[in-house]
């Protein structure tokens, strides 16, 4: 025949051909990471939504002007990922930006697909925030009284999680907040104050004289400073739902709420029971609670959370963790500021600003070396201490661990650490110049006690790379060779002299000698770096 009545051979769309996005990096600063499907990764980075399909990392094109609340779109908002949470297919992105003095809540966006990359249809929701006249809402099985949050200013999602039928969202000045999946709403959750080691609101309502509405006795959400008449237990940063529980990090402890279903008459009323945890009377190790998480083995709960110190005196930087539904807490890693922590089975990884750390017994902690990629010829090395987020991925019949950083994000063919493939920005491919620029070894690319400025050269095929840094006068302050049949990591400099001494503050010169192509001897290129302490 011809022509078949029915095609034979199918061809799928690759990520690449999608519209919707474009290969590489746009920030190196990825601060969450999710797994979706069978290859799917999705990234959170400083700069937007990000993606990598088994093969290459994508950025996904993002639109600068404010969408409509409710309106379904195919290109995500413009602005920095703070928050990324899953369920199944569902995934919830949230955005953030600033208006140059403060933060801003730029809103969230809702898939039922997150799985298919190609033409993902969004659902955009506004940063939720209250009318001005919305000082008495319902929850339970009355109402409560709150000061309104009627701005995104200060009102950023932190963090978010999916469970059952709700979107759980963390904010400083929204404070917690769920959206209904099913009925498209919105609805403020009250938590306990400042001075409240528990909160009810399944009782101790009572009439209020003017509304004749049954209001909750001696309460009001307020999310401002207790010297302005607020509470830190109302500023949120971290949330975990799953069963009939929630837990939520704050400025001033954590909470532990657990999810009560009462049928009065014949209408059924969702209400919660709030239990609050606070240094020094909990054993935290400090009441500014940024991440948390759960781990189930050996048939035991385990909630670890990252705590700062906040305004007490003897606060201090670590993790607190819970074996017993917050009856009693316990430390580990102290002085280390965590920013996030996964675990699977036994397995803790704890995301920090000295690097990712790992342990199988919540007392003993082993650092991982810094992520270098060991492939020949590659000159890539993540080129900080921090580690933002980490996640293991099991989709392959060998365990892989993901991390995400200020320089970029990694992915190692192993759960040890022992060989890394690193993608990070590359601002011009063809181009030699150096980054970042103007340089400050005191704070930029801080790796152990040293800060370098990495240099891009593009395509190198020669193994011996000659770099010579001049002053402004051209005289020769530093000189190192790179023989790539050894070395393994990024052609950078430190900012010293010969001697190990700081350069001044000023203008030097670079000048890197290799060969851009197989047929060619190796060259000298320049390229000006401006140093700032």
């Keep these: 025949m011809a022509q078949y009545g029915t095609p034979i051979r199918f061809s799928l769309k690759t990520t690449a051909q999608d519209s919707f996005v474009t290969e590489g990096l746009i920030s190196n600063v990825v601060a969450e990471i999710r797994m979706m499907g069978d290859s799917l990764t999705w990234l959170g980075t400083g700069q937007g939504l990000a993606l990598h399909d088994g093969h290459k990392v994508y950025a996904y094109q993002t639109v600068s002007n404010l969408l409509d609340d409710g309106q379904t779109t195919q290109i ?26 403060i933060q801003v809540g730029y809103g969230i966006t809702i898939t039922y697909a997150a799985e298919d990359s190609n033409g993902i249809t969004w659902t955009y929701l506004r940063q939720p925030v209250d009318d001005s006249g919305d000082s008495l809402n319902p929850f339970g099985e009355g109402y ?14 932190y963090d978010a999680s999916l469970s059952s039928d709700f979107l759980w969202t963390a904010s400083w000045a929204g404070g917690l907040r769920r959206y209904d999946l099913t009925q498209k709403s919105w609805e403020n959750v009250p938590m306990p104050m400042d001075d409240q ?41 971290s949330v975990l739902a799953f069963g009939d529980t929630v837990w939520v990090g704050t400025a001033n402890g954590i909470n532990r709420g657990l999810l009560i279903n009462e049928l009065i008459g014949d209408e059924i009323f969702n209400c919660m029971e709030w239990e609050h945890y606070s240094f020094p009377d909990d054993g935290l190790s400090g009441n500014f609670v940024v991440g948390l998480a759960k781990q189930f083995w050996n048939g035991q709960l385990t909630i670890w959370a990252a705590t ?58 082993a650092k991982f070396q810094a992520a270098i990629d060991t492939t020949f010829m590659q000159q890539k090395q993540i080129l900080t201490d921090i580690v933002y987020t980490s996640i293991l991925d099991e989709r392959d019949s060998i365990p892989k661990l993901w991390i995400g950083t200020s320089d970029g994000v990694a992915i190692s063919s192993d759960i040890h650490g022992s060989s890394w493939e690193i993608f990070q920005t590359e601002y011009d491919t063809t181009e030699v110049y150096a980054y970042p620029n103007p340089f400050s070894p005191l704070s930029h690319n801080q790796l152990g006690d040293d800060g370098f400025v990495r240099f891009h050269t593009g395509e190198i095929n020669n193994t011996l790379i000659k ?52 047929n060619q001897s190796p060259d000298n290129y320049w390229t000006k770096i401006i140093v700032v302490k």
């Design 308 to 365: 700062m110190n906040a305004e007490s005196i003897g606060e201090t930087r670590g993790l607190s963790y819970t074996r017993d539904d917050g009856i009693t807490w316990s430390t580990a890693l102290l002085g280390e500021r965590v920013y996030n922590v996964f675990t699977k089975d036994s397995l803790v990884l704890a995301s920090t600003s000295s690097g990712l750390w790992k342990s199988l017994d919540g007392q003993n902690w």
């Design 467 to 518: 770099l010579d840094i001049f002053n402004f006068a051209m005289e020769k302050v530093f000189k190192n060779e790179f023989d790539l049949n050894s070395y393994r990591g990024a052609l950078k400099w430190d900012g010293r002299d010969l001697s190990g001494n700081h350069v001044a503050n000023g203008v030097y010169f670079a000048r890197i000698n290799f060969a851009k192509s197989s």
């Design 144 to 157: 409560f009284r709150q000061l309104p949050v009627t701005v995104p200013e200060a009102n950023v999602t």
């Design 76 to 101: 995500v908002p413009n602005g920095g990922i703070p928050a990324i949470a899953i369920l199944g297919d569902t995934m919830a992105v949230a955005y953030s930006g600033d208006n140059g003095s």
């Design 197 to 237: 080691d528990s909160l009810s609101l399944c009782n101790g309502f009572i009439t209020d004289s003017l509304t004749g509405l049954q209001v909750l006795e001696n309460y009001y959400l307020n999310p401002r400073d207790p010297g302005d008449g607020g509470n830190h237990n109302h500023k949120a940063f």
